[in-house]
Nanobody, 121 residues
Framework: QVQLEESGGGLVQAGGSLRLSCVAS????????LGWYRQAPGKERELVAS???????IYADSVKGRFTISRDTANGAVYLQMDSLEVEDTAVYYC???????????????WGQGTRVTVSS
C-alpha cells in the first residue's frame, strides 16, 4: 500500500511564499513521475507542475516563473516552492505520483489527501 503525505499548506498574504512537501511511503519498486495538482472552489482539478523521472518538468502557464518543483525520486519526495503568491492560487493542492509497487505490477496513480493554500489580498 502506497501513501502520499503532504505538508506545508496554510494562509499567506499575496506576494508571499509557501513551500509544499510530499513524501511517498509504503511498497514502492519504482516511481515514474511526481507532481502537484490543485483544485480551487468550484473548479476542476488542474495540473500545477509535474514531470517524469529524469525529464524536465512542465508547469501550468499561470505559475511559470513563480513556482518551482523539485523531485527526489530516490526518496519518493516532491516539493513545490511557491513564490509571489496570488489570490488566484488559493486552492487545495494535491501531490500526485505514478508508482510501481512491484517489478511485475502495473503503474498506478496515487494521490495525497490534499493541503489547503489560502492567499489573502
Amino acid at each position: 500500500q502506497v501513501q502520499l503525505e503532504e505538508s506545508g499548506g496554510g494562509l499567506v498574504q499575496a506576494g508571499g511564499s509557501l513551500r509544499l512537501s510530499c513524501v511517498a511511503s509504503g511498497s514502492i519498486f519504482s516511481i515514474n513521475s511526481l507532481g502537484w495538482y490543485r483544485q480551487a472552489p468550484g473548479k476542476e482539478r488542474e495540473l500545477v507542475a509535474s514531470g517524469r523521472t529524469n525529464e524536465i518538468p512542465i508547469y501550468a502557464d499561470s505559475v511559470k516563473g513563480r513556482f518551482t518543483i523539485s523531485r527526489d525520486t530516490a526518496n519518493g519526495a516532491v516539493y513545490l516552492q511557491m513564490d509571489s503568491l496570488e489570490v488566484e492560487d488559493t486552492a487545495v493542492y494535491y501531490c500526485h505520483a505514478v508508482i510501481q509497487e512491484h517489478s511485475w505490477g502495473p503503474w498506478r496513480n496515487y494521490w495525497g489527501q490534499g493541503t489547503r493554500v489560502t492567499v489573502s489580498s
